[in-house]
C-alpha cells in the first residue's frame, strides 16, 4: 500500500470494508427500506511499530471503522487481515485466540469500567478470561504480578489496586483502561478518542504516557481522533474520513504542509492555534452547510456540495483513492483521476 | 486596552459556595472582572475551575440550596444583579444579558417549533404580539446564516443539525439586542469545521451589534482567535487576567505557562515530547492552604503553601495591565525569579 513499505507485511490490513446498518420501517413487521452506509469501501494498511490517526468529523465512520477492525461490530463486507491472516473468514474459536493481538483504548474512561470492580479486577480480566479458555496458563500469583507491573508502566500507584472507579480522576481511570488494554501484551492497540473526555492537562500526561509505552514496548497504534492537533502530535500517516469514505492519507508533516484534499484543506483551517497574531492573519475556508446525511443514496464524490473546486464529473463519478505522489494518496477529481476530464476548472 | 471604551458589566469580588455532604464546595471564590463594550471576553479553565458557576452566577440561575451566592457585587449598566428581585431578573434574563450553552438540543423545547420558541423572547421582552414577532424571527434566522429562513422557522428542532440549533440558540439570543451575551462553550459539542462557522457568526454579530460577549472555553485555540481580553481560573479563583496577545506570548502564572505548552499544536514539530502538569485538580471542598495550584506547581515557594497570593498588576506593554495571582511576580518575589 504505502510504497515506502512495499517490502514488508502491513501488522493491519484493512480491504474494502463496508459496514452498513439497515433502516427499517414497520411496527409488526419490519421492512428494510434503506442502507445507512457508515463505512463504505474503506482500504488501508497500518504497519509494525507505526502510528496511524484516523482522522474526520462525527458521523465520518471512524468509529464504526475501529469497532470493525476489532471485531465489534460486524462487517457487511470487505477483508481485514492481522499478520496476512484475514480475520473476517475466521472461526469464532480461532478469533478469539486472534483478539489478544489487538486491544481497545475506549473514550470515555467512566463508562468503560465497571463500577463495581476494582482497578486490579479490571486489568487482571483479560488475563483470567484467556486462563479459562486455557489460551494462556497463569498462576494468581503469576496474574497479580503482572497486573501490579502494569499498574506501575501505566503510571499508577500500586496502592490503588483495590479502589473502585469512582475513586480515581478521569486520567486514572484511563490509565486503568490502557493497562487493561496492554494486558494480554497486544501487538496493535486500537485507541477510539482516547483522550477527548479529559481536560488539557490530563490530556497530555496520557498522550506522553501512550507515546512511551509505544517506545518500551514497540506498540503499533490506530489512534482515532477528531482533534487534528492531538493527531497530527501523535501519529506518523494520518488516514482523513469523510462520510463514510477515505478522502486522504498521507505522512502527518506532509498532510499539514500540503494538505491536497478541499476537505483536509478546510478541516485543517478550522482547527484554532493558541497563538493569538498567527490566528488573527490565517485565513479560514468556511465550508457551506452541514455533512450531508448518510442515508440518501450517493452518487460521485460524498464532498460534491460542499467543495468550493467542484467539477462537472464530480457529480457523477465517485473518485478512487490514488497516490498523487508517493505515501500520498487521495481520492479527488482535482488530482489527475483516470478517466476523470483532468483539472481544467481549477 | 479597553479602559477608554464603556464598562458593561462588572463583577466584584464574587463568591459561590455549594453546601454538600461533603463541606463546603468553594465553587467560585473572589472573582472579579470588568467586560467592556463590544469586547470579547474570554474566561479559560478545566473543568471545576469555576468558569461555568461564574456566568450562571451573573444571572442568579444557581440552583439554591445547595448553591449561595455568598459575597461580591454584580454590576450591570450601574445595576447590582445581586440585589434585583425576581421580576426584575426576568427582564434582565435573554434581555440585557442573554445566554447560550454548549448543548443545543436540550436548550431547545423538542414539543414546539422554532418559531414559537423564539418568538416568545420577544413577546416577553418586547410586549409584541404572536404575528409581529413571527415575523421578526424570521429575520432573525436570516442574521444567523439560516438558509431559506421562512420554511425553516415552522420545522421543530430535531429536523436542525447541530450546528444549525446552535444558531438558533443564537437567534433567540440576539433577539432582544442584549448588552452581553454569555456563551459556555458554545461549541464544545460541535465538529470544528462547523465550530469554525459558529465562532465566526459569533464575532461577526458582536461586531456588528458592538455586543460584549463572555465566552467560556477550555480550549485556548478558540481564545486565541477569538477573544479581547482572557481570565485563567483554577480552583475557583481567576489567576491570571490580560489582554490575549501578551497573555499568549508570555504567560506569568505557572499555570498558564503549563496550560499553554501541553496543548498539542498543529504547527509544532512531529515528536516533540508535551509538557505536562503533574498531579489532578484539587478537591474544592477541601482546599489546600495558601495557592490551590501550588502542590502541582514546579516553582512554588514555601509561602505559596501558606498563603493565597495577593493579586499584582503588571503593564502588559500595550498600554494595558495585567492581573497575575502568584507568588513569583508580587512585588517582594519578583525579584528572585530568574
Known sequence: ?346 | MFDKKETVLSVRNLGTRFMTSSGTVKAVDGVSFDVHKGEIFGIVGESGSGKSVTNLSILRLIPSPPGKIVEGQIMLKGKDLLEANENELQMIRGGSVSMIFQDPMTSLNPLLKVSVQIAEVLELHHGLSRKEAEKKVVELLKAVGIPDAERRAQEYPHQFSGGMRQRVMIAMAIGCNPDVLIADEPTTALDVTIQAQILDLIRRLSDSRTMSVILITHDLGVVAGMCDTVAVMYAGRIVEQSAVDPLFREPKHPYTKGLLASVPRLDSAWNERLYSIPGAPPNLADLPAGCAFAPRCAYALPVCRQTYPPQTEMDDGQGGKRLVRCWLHTSENSGEQA
Open chain 1, 1 to 346: 500500500m504505502n510504497s515506502a513499505n512495499n517490502t514488508q507485511q502491513p501488522l493491519l490490513e484493512v480491504r474494502n470494508l463496508k459496514v452498513y446498518f439497515p433502516i427499517e420501517k414497520g411496527i409488526i413487521v419490519r421492512k428494510r427500506i434503506g442502507w445507512l452506509k457508515a463505512v463504505d469501501d474503506v482500504s488501508f494498511a497500518v504497519n509494525e511499530g507505526e502510528a496511524v490517526g484516523l482522522v474526520g468529523e462525527s458521523g465520518c465512520g471512524k468509529s464504526t471503522t475501529a469497532l470493525a477492525i476489532a471485531h465489534l461490530q460486524k462487517i457487511t463486507d470487505g477483508h481485514i487481515l492481522f499478520e496476512g491472516r484475514d480475520l473476517s473468514a475466521m472461526p469464532a474459536a480461532k478469533l478469539y485466540a486472534e483478539r489478544r493481538n489487538f486491544q481497545m483504548v475506549f473514550q470515555d474512561p467512566y463508562s468503560s469500567l465497571d463500577p463495581r470492580m476494582t482497578a486490579f479486577d479490571t486489568i487482571a480480566e483479560p488475563l483470567r478470561i484467556q486462563v479459562r479458555r486455557g489460551t494462556m496458563a497463569l498462576s494468581e500469583t503469576e496474574i497479580r504480578d503482572k497486573v501490579l507491573d502494569l499498574m506501575d508502566k501505566a503510571g499508577l500507584s500500586r496502592t490503588f489496586s483495590n479502589r473502585y472507579p469512582h475513586e480515581f480522576s478521569g486520567g486514572q481511570r484511563q490509565r486503568i483502561g490502557i493497562a487493561r488494554a496492554l494486558a494480554l501484551s497486544p501487538k496493535l492497540v486500537i485507541a477510539d478518542e482516547p483522550v477527548s473526555a479529559l481536560d488539557v492537562s490530563i490530556q497530555s500526561q496520557i498522550l506522553n504516557l501512550m507515546k512511551d509505552l509505544q517506545n518500551e514496548l514497540g506498540l503499533t497504534y490506530l489512534f482515532i481522533a477528531h482533534n487534528l492537533a492531538v493527531v497530527e502530535y501523535f501519529c506518523r500517516r494520518i488516514v482523513v474520513m469523510y462520510l463514510g469514505t477515505i478522502a486522504e492519507i498521507a505522512p502527518s508533516e506532509m498532510l499539514y504542509s500540503e494538505p491536497l484534499h478541499p476537505y483536509t484543506q478546510a478541516l485543517l483551517s478550522a482547527v484554532p492555534i493558541p497563538d493569538p497574531p498567527r490566528e488573527r492573519q490565517r485565513s479560514r475556508i468556511l465550508l457551506k452547510g452541514d455533512v450531508p446525511s448518510p442515508i440518501a443514496e450517493r452518487q460521485g464524490c460524498p464532498f460534491k456540495e460542499r467543495c468550493a473546486s467542484a467539477m462537472a464529473i464530480c457529480a457523477a463519478q465517485r473518485p478512487d483513492l490514488l497516490e498523487a505522489r508517493p505515501g500520498h494518496q487521495v481520492a479527488c477529481h482535482l488530482y489527475g483521476q483516470k478517466g476523470s476530464t483532468d483539472g481544467t476548472h481549477h
